[in-house]
């Protein structure tokens, strides 16, 4: 079974940066085209693609709103990817999370949609405030 696990959220000042680890079981990234994607949910408003990573093949896409702000890597060989985030902005601040996509076909050719990803973490939240 996949199983998908967050981490490194917490309280960061606007204009700083934090970095999220998703660490993944029950797959392996070396070997399989799947693809990882980040995501993030404000309170009252719905959940919205950040990014994603076609791991075997090494494609990335991010949303327009993070272009030149959010990073998106993978380490395959230890199914861990992760998520760079610098110049954060108070609107920045949700639950992000990271998924699973069996197939990673839909990150590969630019997309990032909720419909294609299979497994979820539990989530880490972000603050972005005084």
């Known amino acids: 079974q996949v199983q998908l696990v967050e981490s490194g959220g917490g309280l960061v000042q606007p204009g700083g940066s934090l970095t999220l680890s998703c660490a993944a079981s029950?797959?392996?990234?070396?070997?399989?085209?799947?693809?990882i994607g980040w995501f993030r949910q404000a309170p009252g408003k719905e959940r919205e693609g950040d990014s994603c990573?076609?791991?075997?093949?090494?494609?990335?896409h991010y949303a327009d709103s993070m272009k030149g702000r959010f990073t998106i890597s993978s380490n395959n060989a230890k199914n861990m990817v992760y998520l760079h985030m610098n110049s954060l902005k108070p609107e920045d601040t949700a639950v992000y999370y990271c998924?699973?996509?069996?197939?990673?076909?839909?990150?590969?050719?630019?997309?990032?949609?909720?419909?294609?990803?299979?497994?979820w973490g539990q989530g880490t939240q972000v603050t972005v405030s005084l």
């Open positions: 029950g797959l392996s990234l070396s070997v399989d085209y799947y693809a």
């Open positions: 990573i076609a791991t075997k093949a090494g494609i990335t």
């Open positions: 998924a699973s996509a069996d197939s990673g076909y839909g990150c590969y050719k630019n997309k990032n949609n909720l419909e294609d990803y299979d497994y």
